[in-house]
Structure formats: structure tokens, C-alpha cells
């Protein structure tokens, strides 16, 4: 999967991880493959099995950074949780994001704070099993 956002030119400006084994490793290897600096990636706690409303405040307490005009976060957690997130932030209907899942979403918004339902649109949803690499 990492590969995958790699070819898509995909370049993240931060790494939000659950501390999880299983989500840290995933993120460990996917930030290798994209050429990110592990020592900048955060582990938040608050991610384990986090719900949709707690994913939400998440992503409004991420920092805007002066002259950044575009910011991409990836984050590393779990279900049923980020499903639902990113059902609710597109209005959209993914049954089931299965584990290495990849939702990439575009938030129509100024600031991170400013992110609420439905404000964000389903740019691709890609898993391991999809198509071949």
C-alpha cells in the first residue's frame, strides 16, 4: 500500500499513528516506503480504537503551520472507527475500510479546527486486495 501512495505521488505532511503493535509497524514500513522521517511521526493514544466523533476532534486538533496553503496527514488506527470517520467526513458508503485500507479524502476547509461532517470529499479508496500491484 505503501508503494501504492508512493506512485499516486502521494507525500504526507504528517503521521498520525494509534501506538497499537499492529497500526505502529503498518506505519513504520508505509512511512519508510514514502521516504518520511520516523522520528517526526506522532503516536497518539487517543487513536486506539477511536471513534468517529474522537477521529473528528483529532483532526481539528491538528496545528495549521503559517504559509502552508495544503497540509496531507495520514492517519494509522483502527475499526469500526475510521470507517465510520470517513463515511461521516464524505457522506459517503465504504462498507468496511479492511486493515492497510487507504481513504483519501479532500476536506474543503481553511483550518484543520474548521472540519466537521461531510465537509470532505472521497478522492480514492484503495486496499490490498483491490487490483494487483
Not at 41 to 56: C, R
Not at 90 to 100: D, K, Y
Request: some cysteine.
Amino acid at each position: 500500500m505503501g508503494r501504492r501512495l508512493k506512485k499516486k505521488g502521494f507525500v504526507p505532511d504528517i503521521i498520525l499513528t494509534s501506538p497499537a503493535k499492529r497500526a505502529l509497524e503498518t506505519c513504520l514500513v508505509i512511512s519508510a516506503i514514502l521516504e518520511f522521517d520516523v522520528n517526526k511521526i506522532i503516536q497518539q493514544k487517543n487513536l486506539y480504537h477511536a471513534s468517529e466523533d474522537q477521529l473528528l476532534n483529532i483532526v481539528r486538533a491538528i496545528k495549521d503551520r503559517a504559509g502552508d496553503e495544503e497540509e496531507n496527514v495520514l492517519l494509522f488506527g483502527h475499526n469500526s472507527g475510521l470507517t465510520v470517520f470517513a463515511n461521516r467526513l464524505t457522506n459517503g458508503a465504504i462498507p468496511n475500510i479492511p486493515t492497510t485500507g487507504i481513504v483519501v479524502i479532500q476536506l474543503s476547509i481553511e483550518k484543520w479546527k474548521f472540519a466537521e461532517w461531510g465537509c470532505g470529499k472521497l478522492i480514492s479508496f484503495d486496499f490490498p486486495k483491490s487490483k494487483d500491484d
